[in-house]
């Protein structure tokens, strides 16, 4: 009983983090990442300007840093990413730096994956 | 003091033991779908060559009772003047122009005479096609290809058409190509 309100003491100090499981982390992640579909999207737009049937699959890999809950290491998963270089590094600008809150007391270690298509005609 | 010293240690060693086990390892449980714009769709042109004609899925249009061309007709000119360019197996074409029957017959040879030349005058000058491929000729009201008792008919009836009259066997653009530059060079 004490320990546990030592725990909820120090969470009130400033020190609030969570313990996921790898659900609870990919749905945080997912809220995070949902933030930037507008900026993702203008990527793409951008992509279709010289290129205007682009089309393909990206998949980032990124660890969520347990001490601040930034996404951090993002790089592209090579032999799962078919896209231009210039759409993979603008949609890792973008994801990079992401945070989820409260941060977790693990990392995580996600992998994520965009599918850039044309609407139906 | 024994019971002071659990309160430190069981939260540190909670922590310790929760940063020790290795990270959470998750993925996205669908792709993440970005949707663009449909495709465009690819133009595969409005100028078909065929063995007696310039086929053109189009119309070139006039302004009302006059041989002046449409701007809006410029950039199909100058789809007909590139399809010319690239076939220089066509040695000569002729430029025909046909009316509808409203108006006098005499009225309509000529104003279809002077669209065709027009028309030819436009890829001379615009489309770069050497003169010499090209001939005018109109026909006026003689050869509807349509009801001219109708509107739409006597649409369809006002056209140009673009007549192979001349092709150089294969093998010898060479020949008619040299042809071309020669003149184009001295016009």
């Given at each position: 009983?004490?320990?546990?309100?030592?725990?909820?003491t120090?969470?009130?100090?400033?020190?609030a983090?969570?313990?996921?499981?790898?659900?609870r982390y990919?749905?945080?992640?997912?809220?995070?990442?949902?933030?930037?579909?507008?900026?993702?999207?203008?990527?793409?737009?951008?992509?279709?300007?010289?290129?205007?049937?682009?089309?393909?699959?990206?998949?980032?890999e990124?660890?969520?840093?347990?001490?601040?809950?930034?996404?951090?290491?993002v790089?592209?998963v090579e032999?799962?990413?078919?896209?231009?270089p210039?759409l993979?590094?603008?949609?890792?600008?973008?994801?990079?730096?992401?945070?989820?809150?409260?941060?977790d007391?693990?990392?995580?270690?996600?992998?994520?994956?965009?599918s850039?298509?044309?609407a139906?005609? | 003091?024994?019971?002071?010293?659990?309160?430190?240690?069981?939260?540190?060693?909670?922590?310790?033991?929760?940063?020790?086990?290795?990270?959470?390892?998750?993925?996205?449980?669908?792709?993440?779908?970005?949707?663009g714009?449909?495709?465009?769709?690819?133009?595969?042109?409005?100028?078909?060559?065929?063995?007696?004609?310039?086929?053109?899925?189009?119309?070139?249009?006039f302004?009302?009772?006059?041989d002046?061309?449409?701007?809006?007709?410029?950039?199909?000119?100058?789809?007909i003047?590139?399809?010319?360019?690239?076939?220089p197996?066509?040695?000569?074409?002729?430029i025909e122009?046909?009316?509808?029957?409203?108006?006098?017959?005499?009225?309509?040879?000529?104003?279809s005479?002077?669209?065709?030349?027009?028309?030819?005058?436009?890829?001379?000058?615009?489309?770069?096609?050497?003169e010499?491929?090209?001939?005018?000729?109109?026909?006026?009201?003689?050869?509807?290809?349509?009801?001219?008792?109708?509107?739409?008919?006597?649409?369809?009836?006002?056209?140009?058409?673009?007549?192979?009259?001349?092709?150089?066997?294969?093998?010898?653009?060479?020949?008619?190509?040299?042809?071309?530059?020669?003149e184009?060079?001295?016009?």
């Amino acid at each position: 009983m004490r320990s546990f309100v030592v725990l909820v003491t120090s969470l009130s100090l400033g020190c609030a983090f969570a313990i996921r499981d790898s659900e609870r982390y990919r749905d945080d992640t997912d809220l995070a990442i949902a933030t930037k579909d507008d900026a993702v999207r203008a990527c793409y737009d951008r992509e279709l300007v010289k290129d205007a049937h682009a089309t393909g699959e990206l998949t980032l890999e990124f660890r969520v840093d347990r001490r601040t809950g930034a996404l951090t290491d993002v790089a592209v998963v090579e032999d799962r990413s078919d896209v231009s270089p210039i759409l993979a590094d603008c949609v890792m600008d973008e994801i990079a730096g992401l945070q989820i809150a409260p941060r977790d007391l693990r990392d995580g270690k996600a992998t994520y994956t965009w599918s850039f298509r044309h609407a139906e005609a | 003091m024994k019971r002071g010293r659990s309160i430190v240690v069981v939260p540190l060693v909670f922590g310790v033991g929760i940063a020790a086990c290795g990270p959470v390892l998750f993925s996205s449980g669908s792709d993440r779908v970005v949707l663009g714009p449909p495709p465009p769709v690819e133009d595969e042109g409005r100028v078909k060559v065929t063995d007696e004609k310039l086929v053109i899925d189009d119309k070139i249009h006039f302004e009302f009772d006059s041989d002046v061309i449409r701007e809006e007709s410029y950039d199909l000119l100058a789809e007909i003047a590139g399809v010319i360019q690239a076939h220089p197996e066509l040695a000569r074409i002729s430029i025909e122009g046909h009316a509808s029957a409203d108006g006098p017959d005499e009225y309509n040879l000529e104003l279809s005479k002077r669209r065709a030349a027009s028309v030819r005058l436009h890829l001379v000058e615009k489309g770069g096609v050497a003169e010499s491929r090209l001939d005018s000729v109109g026909f006026g009201e003689t050869q509807p290809i349509a009801d001219n008792d109708t509107d739409s008919g006597r649409e369809k009836n006002r056209r140009v058409e673009f007549m192979i009259v001349e092709r150089t066997k294969p093998g010898s653009e060479q020949t008619a190509a040299a042809e071309t530059g020669r003149e184009e060079s001295g016009s």
